[in-house]
């Protein structure tokens, strides 16, 4: 089985600052991770994913994450935040053998202030 | 082209009430998957199609939720004798193959009164 835990429930920041969120995750076998992203009134979209090979690993409008499989976790980052990355942010973890469900955090609520 | 759609994208119902919830995959995507997110948390598993089989059913929560897949493409969701902690977001997502990139759809608003 595998669990996911999102160490800021909110992460305020002022425009154009960087931005870290933090996840961790636990598993008994090895794991592909997903970060989503859901705007207000919308779904969820990917923004990245590592399922092999290089631990940095670059997503769409700007976002990168890298994987520590010895800390197990999967940090999201982005250098300089703009208004339109106000959104709710999940971490999410796979198995890479039999189950195919995916295990979310349960977010973080990032904030952009001008 | 299309993404995946949920009908109806709210659905208010009484308590004891029988609901069914329709989701449209992408057009060629063999797996789907429902999930139900509820208010301030993660998205939380339900159930994995593979085709038109459950591959695993083991998120539904008790057996008043029951899910189909009949041709492989259209997935109902069905919840008998509502209850009030069944109010959420139920989300429905699919994929090309077994460890594709799950799409999702913009979900339906249960409210159970």
């Known amino acids: 089985a595998q669990s996911v835990t999102q160490l800021d429930s909110q992460v305020p920041v002022f425009e154009e600052a960087p931005v870290e969120l933090r996840c961790n995750y636990s598993?008994?076998?090895?794991?592909?991770l997903f970060w989503y992203v859901q705007y207000p009134n919308q779904g969820l979209q990917l923004l990245l994913k590592?399922?092999?090979?290089?631990?940095l690993v670059k997503g769409i409008n700007g976002f990168e994450a890298e994987f520590n499989k010895s800390q197990t976790s999967f940090h999201l980052r982005k250098p300089s935040v703009h208004i339109s990355d106000t959104a709710e942010y999940f971490c999410?973890?796979?198995?890479?053998?039999?189950?195919?469900?995916?295990?979310f955090g349960q977010g973080t609520r990032l904030t952009i202030n001008p | 082209g299309a993404g995946v759609s949920q009908t109806p994208s709210n659905k208010v119902t009484e308590k004891g009430k029988y609901v069914e919830l329709r989701c449209d995959p992408i057009?060629?995507?063999?797996?789907l998957y429902w999930y139900r997110q509820s208010l301030g948390q993660g998205p939380e598993f339900l159930i994995y199609f593979q085709g038109t089989g459950a591959a695993d059913d083991s998120g539904l929560p008790n057996d008043r939720f029951f899910a189909v897949r009949p041709e492989g493409s259209v997935s109902t969701l069905k919840i008998q004798r509502t209850e009030r902690g069944d109010s959420a977001v139920y989300l429905c997502?699919?994929?090309?193959?077994?460890?594709?990139?799950?799409?999702f759809g913009p979900g339906t608003r249960l409210t159970v009164t």
């Open positions: 590592y399922l092999s090979g290089s631990t």
């Open positions: 999410a973890v796979m198995g890479n053998r039999g189950a195919q469900k995916l295990v």
């Open positions: 997502a699919s994929s090309k193959q077994r460890e594709g990139e799950q799409y």
């Open positions: 598993s008994s076998v090895s794991v592909y």
């Open positions: 057009s060629g995507h063999t797996a």
